[in-house]
């Protein structure tokens, strides 16, 4: 019996907006999901931020696919925590990328994870640069290797260094040698962090980036890591770089990374690591 009421009590509701618009701030989230999406639709700027934040959640995708060019972006940022993660997840691309900072960084934890991948991908990359580190450190492995060649180079050493061992190696290759040298760089006081790149990672490393790498904390790097490392790379670091190398990753430098070697880097090498070699 009571459901049979409930349903009638649905059915009574109005599917047009009150005549006062005004009245927008009085209708509670079933009122607001019983509007049909093409009244839905004349909301204007100033109406859709009338719903209260605790009415928000009746927003139907139907609803939101309706909304007009901008009028996602008028939302405020006391109704953006109250969004779902179904609702999220029902957001155009074109409606994610009107999201301002001010409501990106509103956006909770559990949000964030309610992203698509398509809508990962669709965010621009001053839009990712509005994520906090903490936001960037809960997006899930298929969210990450969403990411596009532009995003991750958007990525700041903030929100690098915020990055989780497993988040860091679920990273594809091609990911990998788009992070900048200042990201790099951020990473090299967490040994943990660095020694979770995957050798095929750090194939994938440009000169630039193991430079960086081995100029401030190549004793971070484990054997196994040095020997991935190309030939060309690992031929284009100074002399100096070389000589930072311990007796583990000489021991595990492969021939062909060996005879790569220049007569500069040859020369550098110390006498501990030329008898790591004959070791």
């Known amino acids: 019996i009571n459901s049979v009421g409930s349903a009638s009590a649905l059915a009574a509701l109005s599917t047009k907006l009150p005549a006062d618009t005004s009245d927008i701030a009085t209708l509670n989230s079933s009122e607001i999901k019983a509007l049909n999406a093409s009244e839905f639709s004349k909301l204007t700027t100033s109406q859709i931020q ?39 997840a029902s957001l155009k691309n074109a409606q994610i990328q009107e999201l301002k900072s001010t409501q990106i960084q509103t956006l909770g934890l559990d949000q ?52 989780t061992n497993s988040q860091i190696s679920s990273l594809t290759p091609a990911q990998v040698s788009k992070l900048s040298t200042s990201d790099i760089s951020a990473l090299l006081p967490n040994t943990s962090q660095i ?33 991935s490392i190309s030939t060309a790379v690992l031929n284009a670091l100074d002399s100096q770089n070389i000589s930072q190398l311990n007796t583990e990753q000489i ?7 060996l005879q790569a070697l220049s007569t500069a880097q040859i020369q550098a090498l110390s006498t501990e690591q030329i008898s790591a070699l004959g070791a």
């Open 195 to 227: 020694q979770s790149f995957t050798t095929s990672q750090i194939s994938a490393l440009t000169s630039q980036q193991v430079t960086t790498l081995f100029a401030l904390g190549s004793l971070g790097l484990t054997g196994n890591q040095v020997k």
């Open 50 to 88: 009338l719903i209260q934040p605790d009415a928000i959640s009746g927003i139907t995708p139907s609803q939101f696919s309706a909304l007009g060019t901008g009028l996602v972006a008028s939302l405020t940022t006391d109704q953006i925590p109250f969004l779902t993660g179904t609702q999220i």
């Open 112 to 163: 964030i994870t309610s992203l698509t991948q398509q809508q990962v991908k669709s965010l621009t990359t001053t839009q990712i640069n509005y994520l906090s580190p903490e936001q960037v450190s809960s997006l899930t492995k298929p969210q990450l290797i969403s990411l596009t060649d532009p995003q991750v180079s958007a990525l700041n050493p903030s929100q690098v260094s915020g990055l």
């Open 251 to 257: 021991q595990a430098l492969e021939t062909a990374q």
